[in-house]
């Protein structure tokens, strides 16, 4: 032999390096041609610096007031209605962005108190993401298929999810769902989950086996448009910047008196709750 | 060495088609879970993580626990423990194998395991958990192999194994450790937010896995021509007493805190796994089940005389193990769950589609223990 093992791991290992450096180049120079097309964002895009929501309980009286922001949400982002299944079953593979509860179940940990108000007690109170300051979610993700973004939303990265569900334990507030069936499926009866004649083709539908939640509506901010809860909830709920001191929702929240779910957990939620008082405050 | 593994009488070739056609079945299972989501097994929204879950977290302890035979006989030079020290690697190897398959389960999007790999994050405990695990199991591989390698031989190790398993000791203790933080960690489940979690896991780990080897060690004595010894079980009955009166002393402290503190979120995990909420009592039984075994082999293995008579021993060992396989392998991850963040009940029990996978990733820990298993024998009888 004319070269032994150690010259020749030398030449080979040598050989790879080089080959790695020079794919290195090419994609350094792909990239940059990539960044620069990412440098110029849309021009009506709406930014801020945390976002953050004010839900105004006293603007929220029907059952209606509830539902058309509740449709409006699950109808652009093609959110699976599992309505169809059976009871049991659809409780245990629900797939939500917002949803409704009472006060207790809402406010778990405030301090029970059998002689509420009683209309507070039986109120109906708006659940979703918190897209909190602090998300546990985040923390925990092993892939950073969730994430935070500058402007304070929480985001999530469908494609990059493993499906371990580490979020959905982390997060204090349930926000999450996981889609234990095919959300772009059937039931028994051959009805689609979703349904073809309302599906949003502007967005996404989702695969089988990754967490999904409520995102801001990013693809709407970037077109310069408020959130859809926001946009048809005729004031109930208030989209807008809180680390901006001049904003509504901090106008709001300076003005009158509001909670948040679990801070003692520190995670930071970014959604305040006007509770009752309203005039009476 | 492996070739002894496919040398073996009647006896062993049954045994090893038996695991194999459960294997057979529960992969044919996996792949309707693969297909269908993991919508065919209990789990639900507020329920998110069950017995794959909790298979794993148990797992972890048992690999963790061959830290018990390595330590007296690398680190305090006790010599009993020399011939049985591998069958505490290869049991590890076995762990860890496992585990990593019930991770593999749980997975919604099972091929973007990589991803983990591709998109490091160090503040994730899963991340490091997976690191710790490979080396793990990197580590019990290289030093059960290279140790056993050389006494067939009939030569001592070679010297660059010993750093090797002087690394694998703090290595043991920080599988479980990490594996605790993936639950004591996360704010608003009560259950788990416990400092005493890691303390906990160790304790029950360093009893239900010599418990375990005790166990396999008779097993060996008796369908092989192996004697593990009388005293190096005995030697193990003692850690394995020790290590579960720690354990339930730990859970006496999670009782004390959660009932005198009266905070309503600290004691409803506890309600509902010992007495039920407003019916929800699905895991009541369970839980008394493993209470009612923990003392009773606590009884079995504190009094000399009845420890010392094998049979006695290899009873309480069972009891105990199924204790803490129902205390950890299940109850500790659903009490986490229930009540959800809501306050509210979403009860979990798994299906058959569900049990007959796990089923299935124990067959195929069993299949790899028996081969390694008979390979050591083989190199013992030989010798």
Request: aromatic content about 12%; overall charge positive; charged content about 20%.
């Amino acid at each position: 032999m004319s070269i032994n093992r150690r010259q020749f791991l030398k030449i080979v290992g040598v050989s790879t390096a080089a080959g790695i450096g020079g794919a290195a180049v090419f994609n350094g120079l792909r990239n940059s041609g990539l960044e620069a097309a990412q440098t110029s964002p849309d021009p009506r895009t709406l930014t801020a610096k945390r976002w953050g929501f004010v839900v105004d309980m006293d603007k929220l009286k029907s059952e209606e007031d509830y539902q058309k922001c509740i449709d409006a949400c699950h109808n652009i982002h093609n959110v699976p209605d599992l309505s169809s299944l059976p009871e049991e079953i659809r409780i245990r593979h629900e797939v939500k962005w917002i949803w409704t509860d009472n006060f207790e179940r809402t406010f778990p940990t405030a301090p029970e108190d059998e002689y509420q108000n009683v209309e507070l007690k039986e109120k109906r109170f708006f659940l979703f993401c918190n897209h909190c300051a602090q998300p546990a979610c985040v923390r925990v993700c092993p892939t950073k298929a969730t994430f935070k973004r500058k402007d304070g939303v929480v985001m999530q990265d469908m494609h990059r999810c493993i499906g371990c569900r580490f979020c959905m334990a982390a997060c204090p507030f349930g926000a999450r769902s996981f889609n234990w069936r095919d959300p772009r499926g059937k039931d028994g009866n051959g009805k689609p989950f979703i349904d073809p004649a309302k599906e949003n083709k502007e967005y996404p539908t989702r695969m089988i086996g990754v967490v999904e939640k409520c995102t801001a509506c990013t693809e709407r901010l970037a077109k310069g448009m408020q959130p859809a809860c926001a946009e048809v909830s005729n004031g109930a709920i208030v989209f807008g910047d809180l680390e901006d001191p001049n904003s509504e929702v901090r106008k709001i929240i300076a003005a009158k008196y509001t909670i948040r779910r679990k801070p003692e957990l520190g995670t930071q939620p970014s959604i305040y709750y006007v509770i009752g008082g309203g005039e009476h405050a | 060495m492996l070739d002894k593994a496919l040398i073996g009488g009647r006896r062993y070739w049954t045994w090893i088609f038996i695991l194999l056609a459960i294997i057979g079945v529960a992969v044919l299972t996996y792949l309707k879970q693969f297909n269908e989501g993991l919508g065919i097994t209990g789990l639900s929204r507020d329920v998110s993580w069950g017995l794959y879950i909790g298979q794993f977290t148990f797992l972890v302890g048992v690999a963790a626990s061959a830290v018990m035979l390595v330590i007296p006989y690398y680190l305090h030079d006790f010599k009993k423990f020399g011939k049985i020290v591998i069958l505490g690697e290869f049991l590890a190897i076995a762990a860890v194998t496992m585990c990593i398959l019930f991770i593999f389960v749980d997975m919604g999007q099972p091929m973007r395991i990589m991803n983990v790999v591709l998109h490091p994050t160090p503040n994730s405990v899963m991340f490091w958990d997976s690191v710790v695990l490979a080396g793990y199991l990197g580590l019990n591989l290289v030093i059960g192999w290279t140790t056993l390698g050389a006494d067939r031989k009939g030569v001592k190790p070679p010297q660059w194994v010993k750093p090797l398993i002087y690394l694998s000791v703090p290595w043991a203790v920080s599988i479980h450790t990490v594996t605790a933080f993936l639950y004591a960690g996360i704010p608003g489940r009560h259950f788990w937010l416990t400092a005493v979690m890691a303390a906990r896991f160790l304790a029950s780990a360093f009893s239900g896995g010599p418990a375990l080897l005790i166990i396999l060690a008779l097993l060996v004595r008796k369908y092989t021509k192996f004697d593990p010894g009388y005293e190096p079980i005995q030697a193990l009955g003692k850690i394995v007493t020790y290590a579960m009166f720690a354990n339930v002393f730990l859970l006496g402290l999670e009782f004390f805190t959660a009932f005198y503190s009266n905070i309503p979120g600290h004691m409803h995990p506890f309600h509902y796994l010992y007495a039920g909420i407003e019916g929800h009592n699905k895991l009541v039984p369970l839980m008394w089940t493993s209470s009612i075994f923990a003392i009773a082999a606590l009884v079995l293995l504190v009094v000399p005389s009845l420890r010392k008579n094998e049979k006695v021993l290899a009873f309480a060992c069972v009891i105990l193990f199924i204790s803490l396989w129902i205390d950890k392998g299940f109850g500790l991850v659903i009490g986490g769950f229930v009540p959800n963040m809501f306050e509210g009940i979403t009860e979990y029990w798994p299906t058959l589609p569900e049990a007959i996978i796990t089923l299935g990733v124990w067959a195929i820990g069993t299949l790899v223990l028996t081969v390694l298993y008979k390979v050591a024998v083989s190199v013992r009888e030989a010798a």
